[in-house]
C-alpha cells in the first residue's frame, strides 16, 4: 500500500499563490506517476495537473496552464503544485493522486491507485 499526505493549502485572495505538497509513503516502489486532482461540492473530481516519473513528463489542465506549475521528486517519491495567479474558480478540495501505470491517460481518475485526504483551497478577497 502507498499512503499520501498533502500539506499546504489554505486561504488566499485572488491573483495570489499557494503551494500544495504531498508525501509518499509506504510501498513507493509501485509509484511511477503523481497528481493533482481537485473536487467542487457536489461535483465529480476534475483533473489539474500530473507528472511522469520518466521523463519528467508533465501535463496539465487547461484551465490551470500558464498558472500551475507540478514538479515533484521521484527519489523522494514527493509532489509539488505551485499555484499562481489564483481564481476564485480554484477553491476546491484538492487532491494528490499516484498511479503505477497509466494506460489511458493522465487526467482519468480511475488510472489513479492512491488518493490523498485532500487539502483545502480557498480563494477570497
Known amino acids: 500500500q502507498v499512503q499520501l499526505t498533502e500539506t499546504g493549502g489554505g486561504r488566499m485572495q485572488p491573483g495570489g499563490s499557494l503551494r500544495l505538497s504531498c508525501a509518499a509513503s509506504?510501498?513507493?516502489?509501485?509509484?511511477?506517476?503523481m497528481a493533482w486532482f481537485r473536487q467542487y461540492p457536489g461535483k465529480e473530481r476534475e483533473f489539474v495537473a500530473a507528472?511522469?516519473?520518466?521523463?519528467?513528463?508533465?501535463t496539465y489542465a487547461d484551465s490551470v496552464k500558464g498558472r500551475f506549475t507540478i514538479s515533484g521528486d521521484s527519489t523522494e517519491n514527493t509532489v509539488s503544485l505551485q499555484m499562481n495567479s489564483l481564481k476564485f474558480e480554484d477553491t476546491a478540495v484538492y487532491y494528490c493522486?499516484?498511479?503505477?501505470?497509466?494506460?489511458?491517460?493522465?487526467?482519468?481518475?480511475?488510472?489513479?491507485?492512491?488518493w490523498g485526504p485532500g487539502t483545502q483551497v480557498t480563494v477570497r478577497g
Open positions: 507528472i511522469g516519473w520518466s521523463g519528467g513528463f508533465t
Open positions: 493522486a499516484a498511479a503505477n501505470y497509466i494506460f489511458s491517460g493522465y487526467s482519468i481518475k480511475g488510472e489513479y491507485d492512491w
Open positions: 509506504g510501498r513507493t516502489g509501485s509509484v511511477h506517476h
